[in-house]
């Protein structure tokens, strides 16, 4: 109630209820904004005591996002100013030049340094940003006189400024060089980001962008100039807006042949495609046809929208509910997302200067490109996942009838991983055409291949790719970029140390910059400590020689499990790679019992020399020693009782373990041993005797079915080993792995193996 009166009074005196929210240039020119606006709002007159106090409450200060050189990049400014009058003023040889890329600079600096503000500068996003916040409160622009002044006087008083224009004057010299180039190139060049490293730049003549950005689109096959002004493409874009919105690898091994042309092939084949020209060969129509069919079945399965979490933890789910959870989620309906993405497909205008050209295939880039990608390429995978009968026309087995089994198919956006024990390089390329519409070029690239940021050698293992750790020095950064940085790359190194097992603390150290400061080192030699406790010796104590907690005697801990002297390693019990937790816990308890036993010793020596009010106080003390030194025996007889219940559990595992591995070879070796123990079916002699049952005579044909046209045809064992005989060794390799048995290379061998199930299965003794 309170709360809305109080509303109601903001608007009649047009006071602002909410926040009012400024952003400063760093964090030292937060105070002295702030310092400026309160001086304004005390000085204006037409606010009461009461509402000023109001306004100044209402003030939020932030800092800004911090401006580095590549906030300066003008590639999108050059291009716009773009002209097709350009290209007619120029001559053969200039053109030639641009389009040879004379006068072309590639930019090795990293364009990701801070940028230092002048004093003037700063003076400016200042008065800037106090300006802005002083017209949202409704004062006049007489009043708001001497604005500039006001700040300039209250920067050159403010000790934080001062402070950092000290610490920026120690750097000066090496900001000076390193940023020279940057500082002349985005006033009087154009510069370009690279295509692969975000990081680098090109550096061209303004008028060469424009031209290029120009000859693009008239040598590109997707995109045609069209007689539109850039006002009314603008329109049109917002008139089609307003009516549209409204897996995991796994491997098996099979055979050195391939199972579609039996061919040799090696034990392990991969491939890596790449979808070059997908978003020009792909019309928006058909991504649209296709984002419909996936909308409309997840609608038909009983799903209303998507539900996307208001925390700092971006996550979303499905849902069948658009209503509830206020506060807590945003409910999109499919029909919205639907109509997103169609808006987001749609838009196929884009000015170059003053022309204007059509896109007559998908748009490139950002999160809607990605998805009308997985649109159109889904279906056709799961067509072909779903398709049993087209992939046997295709050649393409399926191992245990599971495709998944089979081929390790991955897919991000346009770029395709194939790997398989199955089938040999080229009919993997094969499989690609049988798949996609579209077409994908293979990468020659053999083994290790490089998929993504991964790498997948011949032996299967997947690991990251290795990167160069580049840390910049302190004064290009602010505060919290070391952290994340080290912290990354200990976690890149951490999943590959399995890999790269070699010296990993040597290797990252040498890779940081003399220009870091003394202190990175030691943190990231502790982090690395941290994380990779096997890597380094437990050499640490009084001189670094002699391991202070690497010496047990009996009277620290457990003296048939540690005895004084011998060093123990981080790597645990046995040398394994597992860190001791009891251990650790140990060496604590054990410094809390010898330091209680030092202060101990002090306080005795103390009470043998006071008077007997201090015996009393000492009788006291010891109640607690000894209250504290029960509660230490009783916390270490639970940590024994843990670390032998620990090693129970671990010989019960190994056991369970061992069983399970005698219990594998054993069925192994049965199965080796049934498969060729079997008897033999019954000889010529005896074939004539045997007559076949009804039922038996139906399982024969069931499993014989490419073979036995006619029922009546079989009547006893003999018509079915001449039947056997007379199967090619196609139909026979066909029989034996839908019955799941062993498929041998030798036809004899086949119809032995198919003979032997067969008496089996009806039951005939020989």
């Not at 006071?15 to 760093?26: K, T």
């Not at 048939?560 to 040398?575: A, H, I, M």
């Amino acid at each position: 109630m309170l709360s809305r009166r109080l509303q109601e009074y903001c608007d009649y005196k047009r006071l602002p209820f909410g926040l009012l929210r400024v952003a400063s240039p760093d964090k030292e020119s937060a105070r002295v904004l702030r310092k400026v606006l309160v001086q304004y709002i005390n000085s204006a007159a037409r606010f009461s005591g009461v509402e000023k106090s109001w306004l100044k409450s209402r003030i939020r200060v932030q800092v800004g996002k911090s401006r580095t050189f590549k906030s300066f990049w003008n590639h999108v400014q050059v291009a716009g100013r773009a002209s097709l009058t350009s290209l007619e003023s120029l001559s053969m040889h200039d053109l030639t030049s641009i389009m040879s890329g004379q006068g072309f600079l590639r930019s090795e600096k990293n364009w990701d340094y801070r940028y230092r503000l002048t004093f003037s500068e700063r003076v400016q996003c200042i008065r800037d940003e106090t300006l802005k916040g002083l017209k949202s409160l409704g004062l006049p622009q007489r009043e708001l006189a001497g604005l500039h002044s006001t700040v300039s006087t209250s920067l050159r008083s403010s000790v934080e400024v001062d402070r950092l224009l000290a610490r920026q004057w120690r750097s000066a010299d090496a900001y000076a060089c390193e940023t020279k180039g940057m500082q002349f190139y985005r006033l009087r060049r154009a510069v370009v980001p690279d295509d692969k490293n975000k990081k680098s730049a090109w550096i061209l003549p303004k008028l060469a962008y424009q031209v290029l950005c120009l000859a693009f689109v008239c040598l590109s096959s997707t995109w045609t100039f069209v007689q539109y002004s850039r006002a009314y493409a603008n329109s049109l874009l917002l008139q089609r807006m307003k009516n549209t919105l409204g897996v995991q690898m796994l491997f098996y091994d099979i055979c050195a042949q391939g199972l579609r042309c039996q061919a040799a092939k090696q034990h392990f084949v991969a491939i890596v495609a790449d979808a070059g020209q997908f978003y020009g060969e792909v019309a928006p129509q058909r991504a649209l046809d296709a984002g419909f069919t996936v909308f409309s079945a997840a609608a038909s399965v009983g799903w209303k929208g998507v539900a996307v979490a208001r925390t700092r933890k971006f996550f979303g789910f499905m849902t069948c509910e658009l209503q509830g959870g206020r506060g807590k989620f945003v409910r999109l309906s499919l029909s919205d997302i639907f109509a997103t993405f169609s808006t987001a497909v749609s838009v196929s205008l884009v000015s170059v200067g003053h022309a204007v050209a059509m896109l007559s295939g998908l748009p490139i880039g950002g999160l809607m490109s990605k998805l009308a990608s997985s649109m159109v390429l889904c279906q056709e995978e799961e067509n072909w996942k779903t398709n049993h009968m087209q992939r046997q026309r295709a050649g393409f087995y399926s191992l245990r009838q599971s495709w998944r089994r089979t081929v390790c198919h991955v897919r991000y956006v346009d770029d395709v991983f194939l790997g398989t024990h199955s089938f040999c390089k080229d009919c993997l390329v094969d499989l690609l055409l049988h798949v996609y519409q579209e077409r994908f070029d293979v990468a020659e690239d053999e083994f290790p291949l490089h998929f993504l940021d991964m790498v997948v050698g011949s032996d299967k293992r997947l690991t990251p790719k290795r990167k160069v750790l580049q840390i910049p020095p302190p004064w290009a950064t602010g505060e919290g970029y070391i952290r994340p940085l080290l912290l990354g790359a200990i976690h890149h190194d951490l999943f590959t140390s399995q890999c790269y097992p070699r010296s990993n603390v040597q290797a990252t150290c040498s890779l940081l910059p003399e220009t870091v400061s003394s202190m990175m080192v030691p943190l990231s030699l502790l982090l690395w400590f941290l994380l990779f406790p096997r890597h380094l010796e437990a050499t640490w104590g009084k001189g670094g020689n002699k391991g202070y907690y690497n010496q047990w005697s009996s009277k620290n801990w457990n003296r048939s499990n540690w005895s004084g002297g011998n060093q123990q390693s981080w790597s645990g019990k046995g040398g394994s790679s597992s860190f001791d937790a009891g251990l650790a816990y140990a060496m604590l308890l054990g410094d809390r019992e010898k330091s209680t036993r030092r202060h101990s010793c002090k306080k005795r020596s103390h009470r043998d020399d006071a008077s007997s009010d201090s015996s009393r106080s000492s009788s006291a003390d010891n109640h607690k020693r000894s209250k504290h030194s029960s509660k230490i025996k009783r916390e270490l007889s639970e940590l024994r009782a843990f670390k032998e219940k620990t090693e129970q559990a671990a010989v019960e595992e190994k056991k369970h373990k061992e069983l399970q591995e005698l219990e594998q070879r054993l069925w192994e070796r049965l199965q080796s041993t049934t498969a060729h123990t079997k008897p033999a079916p019954p000889s010529s002699a005896d074939a004539g005797q045997i007559v076949l049952s009804g039922p038996q005579r139906r399982l024969a044909t069931k499993v014989l079915a490419g073979a036995i046209t006619d029922q009546s045809s079989v009547q006893a064992w003999a018509d079915i080993v001449a039947v056997a005989d007379s199967m090619e060794g196609r139909q026979l390799l066909e029989v034996l792995r839908s019955e799941g048995l062993a498929t041998p290379h030798a036809c004899k061998e086949r119809q032995s193996i198919l003979l032997t199930h067969l008496q089996a299965e009806l039951e005939i003794k020989a």
